[in-house]
């Protein structure tokens, strides 16, 4: 198929630092192109891939200080996608809500995939207007909140098998934090967890400038008025791999519908077990007893550790390879590309008039 991946603007594909997106974009666009398909990368241009990029910036757009606004420029991308979409059997948009109107002659050769929160109550109007947008959720429980729409399907996130290694042994005995410092990842909670049963806690997180006083105010106290805790900052890919396999555990305390959770993986891959609060989407990602322990509480967390901790990693790194793997999920989106209205009857007089061939089998 020929398949065009619609990245944000705001960081790189894959992204340098944190991105859960545009990371995504990333993992399923190489798989794409590793199963045989010819796929169009449109974002910034310090992305990397093996894709066809078309270079919708010079940088992503928050490394740019020059850039005061993102809309421009993501406006300049979407008419530069209008333009060249008969080119595509399929168009694949990450871009959250702002292509709708601009793909409504097209849309059945559309899917776009929901990455976000969709509980707020400035989106319900929006969707409504925008009813037949072929739309993917990435978990069931992040639909709940959403009117009548056009789904598609849910496709859960996955990740490269060979990204991050298995680990068996840690080298070290800590609990492990890995997002971001805001009031509905509750940091507070971590740092509670780990002094409530003395172990030592390794907080890797983004501050965001929203967050800023959030830190301030609430979590640097903490940190430093707890000596077990070490507080990292924002760790890269590469970092991830030591960060999260070391770990005894990882702990995924959230307070709010998260949408998937990408660190639940990512630490499972490592063979990490993950103890996490039973919000959104994380009784779809964890496996109970298996691959982490869903909690309702600090003080449930803290009695819950030393299970954790004597969890099989063996058994963790198999659930994230049978449930989480990028093959996974490209073959869930290409089944979801087929299925289109408009792919087999419209991709194909397009691609015949562009003096091509239309191959919508699998690719082996």
Not at 146 to 166: D, Q
Not at 228 to 257: H, M, Q, S, T, Y
Request: one cysteine or more.
């Amino acid at each position: 198929m020929k398949i065009a991946q619609i990245a944000p603007l705001a960081e790189s594909v894959p992204p340098k630092l944190y991105g859960g997106t545009e990371r995504i974009v990333s993992y399923l666009t190489e798989e794409l192109v590793a199963q045989g398909h010819d796929v169009t990368l449109f974002a910034s241009g310090d992305s990397i891939t093996a894709a066809k990029l078309v270079s919708c910036s010079d940088v992503a757009l928050r490394l740019n200080p020059a850039v005061k606004d993102h809309l421009p420029h993501q406006v300049v991308m979407l008419e530069e996608i209008r333009r060249r979409a008969h080119e595509f059997d399929v168009l694949h948009f990450h871009t959250d809500l702002l292509h709708f109107p601009l793909i409504r002659d097209f849309a059945d050769r559309t899917v776009t995939t929901l990455h976000g929160r969709l509980d707020l109550s400035d989106l319900k109007p929006f969707y409504k207007a925008f009813p037949d947008i072929p739309l993917v959720s990435i978990s069931n429980d992040q639909r709940r909140p959403m009117p009548p729409v056009n789904w598609s399907g849910t496709v859960y996130h996955g990740l490269p098998r060979e990204l991050l290694p298995f680990t068996e042994k840690p080298k070290s005995n800590y609990l492990a934090f890995l997002g971001r410092i805001s009031p509905e990842k509750r940091p507070d909670r971590a740092i509670e967890i780990a002094a409530k049963v003395g172990m030592p806690l390794k907080m890797a997180a983004k501050i965001d400038n929203a967050d800023k006083v959030y830190w301030e105010t609430v979590i640097e106290p903490m940190v430093r008025s707890h000596p077990n805790v070490e507080f990292i900052g924002e760790i890269n890919e590469r970092e991830k791999a030591d960060f999260l396999g070391n770990a005894g555990a990882l702990l995924f305390p959230i307070d709010w519908p998260e949408p998937f959770g990408l660190v639940m993986i990512e630490a499972m891959a490592c063979g990490t077990p993950v103890i996490a609060f039973g919000c959104g989407s994380v009784p779809e990602v964890i496996d109970n007893g298996i691959s982490g322990i869903l909690v309702d509480s600090v003080a449930d967390a803290a009695e819950n550790i030393e299970w954790a901790l004597k969890m099989d990693r063996k058994k963790v790194r198999a659930t994230f390879e049978a449930r989480f793997s990028a093959e996974r999920m490209a073959r869930d989106y290409l089944d979801i590309y087929r299925n289109l209205p408009g792919v087999r009857t419209k991709a194909a007089p397009l691609r015949r008039a562009n003096g091509q061939d239309l191959d919508l089998q699998v690719v082996a």
